[in-house]
């Protein structure tokens, strides 16, 4: 992205005394963002359809959802990452379904 805390002098002089190579960052991407490729999807769909009268109704609510996943979750989430990455890869950063 282009923030200017990532392009100021400060930043780039450490880039270069670190012979760190800038690459462009894609446009945001829900196919590349971890959150909402996996763990913000599922909520989504947890949530979807459910009202609330207070914000510490969808607090609990999210915390019950948390919760209850199996320990398994997060890991076969990450697992999952790996070749959905290289589907957007292979597709040069196309949508995927």
């Not at 670190?18 to 909520?43: G, I």
């Not at 947890?46 to 890991?75: M, Q, W």
């Amino acid at each position: 992205d282009n923030a200017p805390a990532h392009k100021s002098v400060l930043s780039m002089s450490k880039f270069n005394e670190l012979k760190y190579k800038l690459l462009d960052h894609p446009p945001y991407s829900p196919d590349l963002t971890p959150s909402d490729f996996y763990l913000f999807r599922n909520l989504r769909q947890f949530l979807r359809g459910k009202h609330f009268l207070s914000n510490e109704e969808a607090i609990a609510a999210v915390e019950a959802y948390f919760a209850d996943l199996p320990e398994t979750h997060l890991r076969d989430g990450i697992k999952l990452l790996e070749s959905h990455w290289a589907k957007c890869i292979e597709v040069n950063g196309d949508y995927i379904e």
